[in-house]
């Protein structure tokens, strides 16, 4: 990758949330040098495109194979600038070799061109071409620093586009290291640019300049970005934030779920847009599966460091624990009891939090209805599925969400729930590995979506080339109108059947 000096050289120094120890140091660009990134984005893009795609496929295969050799130097440094757990960070390199290999695999099929059905087959041929839309502009959060920059980046390559991406200022490393791994596979200079800086600056910038913006974060700022996505009108995605609910049904087997639950809410720290903050329990089960749920959050091993046996890490910083706490604070001072945690953990680090599970939360409570992003989860008892699903749904947004149970039962309440993805006997992990699937938000949880066929055709314009031939559509010389229109009536009502 080309790395341009900027103009005022500003660095940022990134330190690790669970010690304090410093992790790096890296440019910090403003939005001068970001706008060169952009041209030279620009002038490569041609080129880029006119690569074939099958020597796009291979260099998306080396980059799978690279990731999967550089894994533990990769979970080292996701580790150190994030201050996730290791088995957190491993989902992030899982992620990026399958959505790696599955674009490559797919992308052939998705960019052919189609044969499309026309009003007077033999005389219209009409083909549907898929060409990239330019430079895509990628915004990424902290949280998945692997996974959020680099995953939206594969498709959007693969599809002939050049990709400029501003990591979170917090968490900048990861995204620099995966595009050294993309150099060393091959990919050309100047088509996959990571460029950190604020979002002021170098975000604003890719509003303003890219020809697609992808971008993951808040729903505040999602909106504020797709307005003025819309302003310009270019295309937009945004993968947004979660209060993801859980229901627990009347014919769980407690044993079973209880450490499948705890995965689904504490994960990455509970900073993850599908984990689960609210779960409704079936009275049924209910007496059985909070105390069992209970001992097994309290059995969690939190700390900082590289070891696979730590189930939860710190969160990205002190302002992110001063805000789960606040919540927490809130939520207790009206009435929520806490079943477990609910306190900082100063003796580990800065910035740990131990796993909550709240009881009893009224519905004035900050959390009940906003999203924390921390390792905080509430639950209700309920009397019914029905009810269930109702508190469920009863929210502004739509990520995921998940039902632990029978399958036969899970699968009737799945359908009913407002959410881009419903893991049964999972948390999250089930729909977002299903990288053929779509993924993405309902209502105030995003617009468009990643994974899946339209996760690469969103980085596409398709171009319709129709050919007429033999006769004209509007009827060949010599003919009268009217017998014109009656044999296209004719052809019409006979082709219904053929045309199925
Ligand atoms: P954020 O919206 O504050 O920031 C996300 C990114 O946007 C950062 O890189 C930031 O620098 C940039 N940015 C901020 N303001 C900008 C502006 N005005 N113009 C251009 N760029 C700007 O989000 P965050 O707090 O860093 O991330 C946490 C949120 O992200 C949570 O709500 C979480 O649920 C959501 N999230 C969603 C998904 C998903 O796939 N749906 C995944 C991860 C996180």
Not at 469 to 496: H, N, S
């Amino acid at each position: 990758m080309t790395t341009l000096l900027n103009q005022d050289n500003s660095t940022k120094t990134i330190k690790n949330p669970a010690d304090g120890t410093i992790v790096g140091t890296t440019n910090y660009h403003s939005a001068d040098t970001a706008r060169e990134y952009i041209e030279r984005a620009r002038a490569k893009q041609p080129e880029w495109a006119a690569t074939p795609v099958k020597e796009r496929k291979k260099i998306m295969l080396r980059y799978h194979d690279l990731v999967l050799k550089h894994q533990k130097e990769l979970l080292d440094l996701i580790q150190d600038e994030n201050g996730k757990n290791r088995r957190s960070a491993f989902e992030e390199v899982l992620d990026s070799a399958l959505t790696a290999r599955h674009y490559a695999y797919r992308a052939g099929k998705l960019l052919r061109s189609d044969r499309a059905k026309v009003a007077l087959p033999i005389a219209t041929k009409t083909r549907v071409e898929h060409a990239p839309v330019g430079v895509v502009g990628i915004i990424a959060p902290w949280n998945y620093p692997l996974v959020l920059a680099l995953s939206d980046a594969i498709p959007a390559i693969l599809a002939g586009n050049t990709v400029v991406l501003k990591p979170d200022s917090s968490t900048p490393l990861t995204a620099l290291r995966a595009a050294e791994l993309f150099a060393e596979a091959g990919l050309p200079k100047d088509v996959l640019n990571v460029v950190p800086g604020s979002g002021r600056e170098v975000g604003q910038l890719l509003v303003q300049e890219a020809d697609y913006l992808m971008f993951t974060g808040s729903s505040e700022t999602g909106a504020k970005l797709a307005s003025q996505a819309g302003e310009r009108l270019i295309g937009f995605s945004g993968e947004l934030g979660g209060k993801n609910p859980l229901i627990v049904t009347a014919d769980a087997d407690v044993d079973k779920v209880v450490s499948g639950v705890r995965h689904a809410c504490f994960s990455n720290t509970g900073q993850l847009c599908i984990s689960i903050e609210r779960m409704y329990v079936h009275r049924a089960v209910a007496d059985e599966f909070i105390p069992a749920f209970v001992r097994c959050v309290e059995k969690m091993r939190i700390g900082g460091g590289h070891d696979w046996d730590i189930d939860m890490g710190s969160l990205i910083n002190e302002d992110q624990a001063d805000t789960v706490a606040e919540f927490v604070e809130d939520a207790v001072s009206k009435g929520a009891t806490v079943a477990t945690g609910g306190k900082r953990l100063t003796d580990l680090g800065p910035a740990f939090y131990a796993p909550t599970v709240l009881l009893n939360v009224p519905e004035d409570a900050r959390l009940y209805r906003e999203e924390v992003f921390g390792p905080v989860v509430y639950i209700e008892v309920v009397d019914s599925h029905e009810e269930a699903i109702a508190k469920a749904n009863d929210t502004d947004y739509g990520l995921n969400a998940s039902v632990f149970g029978k399958p036969s039962t899970a699968h009737k309440i799945a359908s009913q729930l407002q959410a881009g993805t419903v893991n049964i006997n999972e948390g999250y992990g089930a729909g977002w590995s299903s990288v053929g699937a779509p993924m993405g938000g309902w209502k105030r949880s995003g617009v468009g979506r990643r994974h899946g066929d339209g996760g690469l055709l969103k980085y596409t314009e398709s171009r319709t080339v129709a050919e007429q031939r033999i006769v004209p559509i509007a009827g060949p010389d010599g003919i009268a109108p009217e017998r014109w229109a009656q044999a296209l009536t004719f052809a019409l009502k006979y082709g219904r059947d053929l045309m199925r």
